[in-house]
């Protein structure tokens, strides 16, 4: 996996702290993907006013809308 945050998405602190959310949600959802997958996410200048649970939920759903999630949904 690969983040890619520009400089646009804000400070030196700021694009760590996005980086750093994208990678604890992939590392929670990386047992329901499909596996041997490759994946960049490329952050824009929104991503810094959201939270962890936003990133991870959005990223949730761009799996499942890709159809590379595996894992059946809880309730």
């Given at each position: 996996?690969?983040?890619?945050?520009?400089?646009?998405?804000?400070?030196a602190?700021?694009?760590?702290?996005?980086?750093?959310?994208?990678?604890?949600?992939?590392?929670?959802?990386?047992?329901?993907?499909?596996?041997?997958?490759?994946?960049?996410?490329?952050?824009?200048?929104?991503?810094?006013?959201?939270?962890?649970?936003?990133?991870?939920?959005?990223?949730?759903?761009?799996?499942?809308?890709?159809?590379?999630?595996?894992?059946?949904?809880?309730?």
């Amino acid at each position: 996996m690969a983040i890619v945050v520009p400089k646009a998405c804000g400070n030196a602190v700021v694009r760590n702290r996005i980086k750093r959310w994208v990678r604890e949600s992939w590392r929670i959802m990386q047992s329901d993907l499909s596996p041997g997958l490759d994946s960049v996410w490329i952050a824009r200048p929104p991503a810094a006013q959201t939270g962890w649970e936003i990133i991870h939920k959005e990223m949730t759903r761009l799996y499942q809308r890709a159809g590379l999630w595996v894992a059946q949904e809880k309730s």
